[in-house]
């Protein structure tokens, strides 16, 4: 049985903890958020977070609920709300290890009366959600993919990741948890939270100012799954992918961090879309942010309104 317990975010959320079962560090589990005033059948939309993330984007879940779909994200395994003390915090040797929380994840949204599902990954949430949409592409209730800035690409030039890739390969496999060296505060979460120059409230344990250390096993996992994405996929449903006009390159501070994707190179992630399926739109943002849902109020009502378009083209809207 399910246990539904109020969330963080207020009276409009509810949050389940979905056992996973365990791995080398213990036990595992996924944390599904409801919008309780959401419809309960119908289309749904789950929403996945990124690295060093998790989900506390309310005015996401309000777009989609407006437009009447039910609304669900899920924090993953070792991330956000499913954090335990014994885990390392966003750690996984493989980027599938994740299919297993969207398995359960979208399998209890079907099981509360939605007839169809709607993926949302931004980020790493992005790049898991599309190998997994790949996998599941033949199940006719998944109906469509939007991806905010998914990691398709490293963010080095081309001659940098041929150097790199294969000693990482074998240094992921040999030393998983070593961490590569932090560089200080995170131009990103600078950008972000109100205590430094954004105008976002979150969880900085959950989301840290300086990051998330970076480990060689989680590394050499999301380099094998952009591998996969460069050889090609096929989803399976219309997809939309989103990104930035501009890429951040500067190491510190600037204000030109609140218009341009901090953490990811912009083209890379476009030169990338096209490897996914036969069905893919991609938009730019100007003036947007790595997640462009965050981006300043201009670019953010663009990025919506480009949903709200896309969308309604492939006929995803509810028909209520």
Avoid: C
Avoid at 232 to 258: C, I, K, M, R
Avoid at 286 to 308: V, W
Wanted: proline share 6%; no cysteine; aromatic share 10%.
């Amino acid at each position: 049985m399910v246990v539904m317990e109020p969330d963080l975010l207020g009276e409009q959320y509810r949050r389940s903890t979905i056992p996973l079962g365990a791995d080398d560090e213990g036990e595992v589990v996924a944390t599904l958020v409801s919008r309780v005033d959401a419809p309960v059948d119908g289309p749904a939309v789950l929403y996945v977070h990124g690295f060093s993330d998790y989900f506390f984007h309310p005015h996401v879940a309000d777009f989609f609920v407006e437009r009447g779909f039910g609304f669900y994200a899920v924090d993953l395994r070792k991330a956000g709300r499913s954090l335990r003390p014994h885990q390392t915090p966003h750690f996984v040797r493989h980027i599938p290890e994740y299919f297993a929380d969207l398995d359960a994840a979208t399998t209890a949204v079907r099981d509360r009366g939605h007839d169809s599902v709607i993926l949302y990954g931004h980020s790493t949430g992005g790049l898991t959600g599309t190998l997994w949409t790949h996998r599941m592409r033949r199940h006719p209730w998944l109906t469509g993919l939007i991806l905010n800035s998914p990691f398709f690409a490293m963010n080095i030039d081309r001659l940098g990741y041929l150097v790199t890739s294969p000693p990482l390969d074998i240094a992921g496999l040999f030393a998983p948890k070593h961490a590569l060296p932090g560089g200080g505060p995170g131009i990103n979460v600078q950008s972000l939270h109100r205590d430094h120059y954004g105008e976002w409230d979150f969880d900085m344990t959950w989301k840290p100012l300086e990051g998330t250390p970076v480990r060689l096993g989680w590394l050499r996992a999301v380099d094998r799954a952009q591998k996969l994405v460069r050889r090609g996929l096929n989803v399976g449903v219309p997809v939309l992918v989103a990104a930035a006009t501009e890429s951040y390159s500067q190491t510190g501070w600037d204000e030109s961090a609140h218009t341009a994707d901090a953490v990811l190179n912009a083209d890379g992630i476009v030169a990338a879309a096209d490897r996914i399926g036969d069905d893919v739109e991609v938009v730019r943002i100007r003036g947007g942010r790595h997640d462009l849902a965050l981006s300043q109020l201009p670019a953010r009502k663009l990025f919506f309104a480009e949903m709200d378009a896309w969308l309604s083209r492939h006929g995803l809207m509810p028909s209520r």
